[in-house]
């Protein structure tokens, strides 16, 4: 069972919101990659779209957590950026075996502390 520490931090809502952030980010990479493939949209778009798809993940995700949570948003958002960085970035070594560059583990962890934080203090303000 996992429990609050005394600052008011849900660890279960962390790991929810952090999970439909990976699952959103499967899904609009999807959509991305059907929007470059059938439209005439140039491929020199796909790092902007992953940006893009990182930033809308991570935010449903820490909204939706930080709703969850009730209170705290920007720190459960965080978490969930943080989370979230720190599970595609696993997956990213373990999936391609390379070592990634410091630029974009930098672009990465940027985007999903911004994501999240700005989801963490949306989803709060929507309350229950």
Known sequence: MVR???VGIRFRVIITGTVGALIATV???VV???VVHYTPLNEGYTPTLSMVVIL???FWGASNAAKSAGSSG???GL???VLFWL???LISVLIFSTALSN???LKKLILSLVGGALGGVYGVSRGK
């Open 103 to 105: 630029t974009a583990v």
């Open 32 to 34: 991305s990659g059907l």
């Open 74 to 76: 920007l720190l459960h």
């Open 27 to 29: 899904l609009l990479s």
């Open 4 to 6: 609050n520490i005394e």
């Open 56 to 58: 809308l993940s991570v």
């Open 79 to 81: 978490a969930v950026g």
């Open 87 to 89: 599970a595609t970035s």
